[in-house]
């Protein structure tokens, strides 16, 4: 990959587009990850108003220090680009509070902290349309391809919510060189990815079972063979049983892949 090029090219598209939409600029949440790090560098790069929110539920201290860190760096470096600090965990919590009052979340603690994983990006989702709508600026996502595409390994209406999505071409591997080009610090290069929206601290990986160049590899064999490929194609039982894993959530997820589904009313009904 022409690294350097590429930034171009994804600067002068979201230029481009936000142009053409009539928009002031963009928001981005940042999480102290590399997609959200590198998203907003490049929003950074346009000249366009720019606004980070940092938004912790409950988060882990090195998440938020990482992400405060990236944020003053593009700060100090670009006068198009102010912050926002808003912790959600007060409001969080009181939702939590109301949906015990009508659930019975805590009988069943596997899917309580799965819903309400969901609960945080949607709730970050919600912040970040409100502060887009008061300054004319465009959500801008932070999914990658082998998330957005591959293993659907994003909420729905929650980071999955936004108005244009620059890197949802790039496989994670490649996400990681932009950043080394764009001059993203050390220690986001190296954090390992997480939702951060556990709070026993999981990563991607122990969530999904294979790392993200494994999910690539996998993603690679989809597209050059479909869903079924041959035999042939597995070197060891370790790479038979990434293929599963992706291909299981591959199946599961392609819902939020694609648009929504519409009940269409036959012509003979509508008469
Ligand atoms: N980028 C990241 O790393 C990232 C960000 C956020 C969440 N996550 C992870 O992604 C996962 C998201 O969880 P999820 O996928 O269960 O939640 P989700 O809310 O994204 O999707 C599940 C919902 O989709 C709907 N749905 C399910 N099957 C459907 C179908 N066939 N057709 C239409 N709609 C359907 C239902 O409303 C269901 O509740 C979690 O594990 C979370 O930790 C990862
Ligand atoms: N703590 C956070 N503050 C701001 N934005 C965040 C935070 N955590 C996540 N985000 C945004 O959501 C996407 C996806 O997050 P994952 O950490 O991959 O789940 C992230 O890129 C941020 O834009
Ligand atoms: O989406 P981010 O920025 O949180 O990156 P990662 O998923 O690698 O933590």
């Not at 790479?239 to 003979?268: D, F, G, S």
Request: net charge negative; charged share 25%.
């Amino acid at each position: 990959m022409q690294a350097k090029k590429v930034i171009d090219h994804i600067q002068s598209w979201l230029l481009n587009y936000v142009d053409q939409a009539g928009a002031k600029g963009f928001v981005v949440g940042v999480s102290g990850g590399i997609d959200s790090a590198v998203v907003s560098s490049l929003c950074s790069r346009t000249g366009k108003d720019v606004i980070l929110m940092e938004m912790p539920i409950h988060q882990a201290h090195d998440q938020v220090s990482r992400g405060k860190k990236h944020i003053e760096w593009l700060e100090k470096k670009h006068d198009n680009v102010s912050s926002i600090d808003m912790d959600l965990t007060p409001s969080y919590d009181k939702f939590v509070r109301a949906l015990e009052k009508n659930q019975d979340i805590n009988s069943h603690t596997d899917l309580k902290f799965h819903t309400l994983s969901n609960v945080r990006s949607r709730m970050r989702m919600v912040s970040l349309y409100a502060v887009a709508q008061l300054n004319s600026l465009l959500v801008c996502g932070t999914g990658n391809k082998v998330e957005d595409f591959g293993v659907g390994f994003f909420t729905k209406y929650g980071d999955g919510g936004v108005d244009l999505s620059p890197i949802a071409d790039l496989m994670k591997s490649e996400v990681y060189e932009l950043g080394k080009a764009l001059g993203v610090n050390k220690d986001i290069l190296t954090a390992r990815p997480t939702d951060g929206l556990w709070d026993d601290g999981r990563t991607d990986e122990d969530q999904i079972g294979a790392t993200y160049d494994e999910l690539e590899w996998a993603m690679k064999v989809q597209q050059k063979h479909g869903d079924n490929p041959p035999e042939n194609v597995f070197e060891n039982s370790r790479q038979e049983n990434i293929w599963k894993i992706y291909l299981e959530r591959h199946k599961a997820n392609t819902h939020k892949m694609k648009p929504i589904p519409v009940c269409e009313i036959p012509k003979e009904l509508m008469k």
